[in-house]
């Protein structure tokens, strides 16, 4: 209940600025999210700055509250590990396979949540798409909940970017589901035709300057 209340001071503490016309966000593609008493879901999103998250959390409507993954060093502290342990989110060893943390999202998709996975790993403080990570691939076929891509814009100069007026938009694509195998085991050349699959569902929403190499890669598809 606490963390629902902390999340809601954020979220309508957002949408306030918003309300009163001063921060220009946005969002397009609501109808596309599932319904959320079908359960939970993964929501991957380009990663440019900290402010992505506080802003895809209050665009989206209050009822897909998020959980996310943070990198394990911001636990250390009792204050902050006190605050995100009430919103939800979840540790992981950054650089390595963290299978504690994996089982944990897994654990958390099944019971209904939301969780943002950023693919990319880090933020591109450019806006220019990254190589993406399979994480959520496995996430979603261990879990068996859909995968919704989003493109965020706007939000290369942070939180000062939105004092300053800077349009923000987040867009959302149409879900989808990737069946597990049969012995629960990806190859590495699924597993790396998978992530391609979902980073050009991302990049597909994105200006084609901000598509990174995978501009190229649609192009050839086409």
Same mark, same amino acid.
């Given at each position: 209940?606490?963390?629902?209340?902390?999340?809601?001071?954020?979220?309508?503490g957002?949408?306030?600025?918003?309300?009163?016309?001063w921060w220009?966000?946005?969002?397009?593609g609501?109808?596309?999210?599932?319904?959320?008493?079908?359960?939970g879901?993964?929501?991957?999103?380009?990663?440019?700055?900290?402010?992505?998250?506080?802003?895809?959390?209050?665009?989206?409507?209050?009822?897909?509250?998020?959980?996310w993954?943070?990198?394990?060093?911001?636990?250390?502290?009792?204050?902050?590990?006190?605050?995100?342990?009430?919103?939800?989110?979840?540790?992981?060893?950054?650089?390595?396979?963290?299978l504690?943390?994996?089982?944990?999202?897994?654990?958390?998709?099944?019971?209904?949540?939301?969780?943002?996975?950023?693919?990319?790993?880090?933020?591109?403080?450019?806006?220019?798409?990254?190589?993406?990570?399979? $994480? %959520?691939?496995?996430?979603?076929?261990?879990?068996?909940?859909?995968?919704? *891509?989003l493109? &965020?814009?706007?939000t #290369?100069? !942070?939180?000062? $970017? %939105?004092?300053?007026?800077?349009?923000?938009?987040?867009?959302?694509?149409? *879900?989808?589901? &990737?069946?597990?195998? #049969?012995? !629960?085991?990806?190859?590495?050349?699924?597993?790396?035709?998978?992530?391609?699959?979902?980073?050009?569902?991302?990049?597909?929403?994105l200006p084609?300057?901000?598509?990174?190499?995978?501009?190229?890669?649609?192009?050839?598809?086409?």
């Open positions: 209940m606490l963390g629902i209340i902390m999340y809601g001071i954020i979220y309508y957002i949408r306030f600025f918003r309300l009163i016309g220009r966000w946005r969002i397009e609501v109808e596309n999210l599932p319904p959320r008493e079908a359960g879901m993964i929501v991957v999103m380009n990663h440019i700055n900290w402010v992505d998250i506080p802003a895809v959390g209050a665009l989206l409507p209050f009822a897909y509250r998020l959980s993954l943070a990198k394990v060093e911001v636990f250390d502290n009792p204050t902050t590990r006190w605050f995100f342990q009430n919103m939800n989110v979840i540790p992981i060893k950054r650089g390595r396979r963290d504690a943390a994996l089982d944990a999202s897994v654990e958390a998709l099944r019971a209904g949540a939301v969780l943002l996975i950023f693919p990319e790993g880090h933020r591109s403080r450019d806006g220019v798409l990254r190589p993406g990570r399979g $994480g %959520a691939i496995r996430m979603a076929m261990q879990s068996g909940v859909p995968i919704v *891509p493109a &965020i814009t706007g #290369e100069h !942070g939180l000062k $970017g %939105a004092f300053l007026r800077e349009p923000l938009t987040i867009r959302i694509g149409e *879900p989808y589901t &990737i069946p597990p195998t #049969e012995n !629960g085991k990806i190859p590495s050349s699924m597993m790396d035709r998978l992530t391609t699959n979902m980073m050009l569902r991302i990049a597909g929403m084609t300057k901000y598509r990174g190499h995978y501009a190229q890669l649609q192009e050839r598809a086409a």
